[in-house]
Nanobody, 124 residues
Framework: QVQLAESGGGSAQAGGSLRLSCVAS????????MAWFRQGPGQDREFVAV????????YYADFVKGRFTLFRDSGKVAVSLGLNNLVPGDTGLYFC?????????????????WGQGAQVTVSS
């Protein structure tokens, strides 16, 4: 099994910044990509960004529009997501997901492992 531990998040005002981190432990050799999803109040879960180990590249949802940056933490099976120029619509529970690099990366069903979630709250 793989365990994903999230940290970071919290509260910020519109225009501010926050950072989320996710570290994998356990059978980490099975991790081919790590992603972030989020779920706002009363909304469905949506894809935010993914880091694919095989080509060492991040991919983002269209709504990110250059505001978020996903990068791999060196020396670990871990990623960090920098959230910049936040807007109230970014409020929600952010989940780290990981697994083999199979299936559509923007679909939650493609990930075998999930963290507990980290809250991000943006006030206007």
């Amino acid at each position: 099994q793989v365990q994903l531990a999230e940290s970071g998040g919290g509260s910020a005002q519109a225009g501010g910044s926050l950072r989320l981190s996710c570290v994998a432990s356990g059978r980490i050799f099975s991790i081919g990509r790590m992603a972030w999803f989020r779920q706002g109040p009363g909304q469905d879960r949506e894809f935010v960004a993914v880091y694919v180990w095989s080509n060492m590249s991040p991919y983002y949802a269209d709504f990110v529009k250059g505001r978020f940056t996903l990068f791999r933490d060196s020396g670990k099976v871990a990623v960090s997501l920098g959230l910049n120029n936040l807007v109230p619509g970014d409020t929600g529970l952010y989940f780290c997901a990981g697994g083999p690099n199979r299936g559509t990366h923007s679909r939650g069903e493609s990930y075998a492992y999930w963290g507990q979630g980290a809250q991000v709250t943006v006030s206007s």
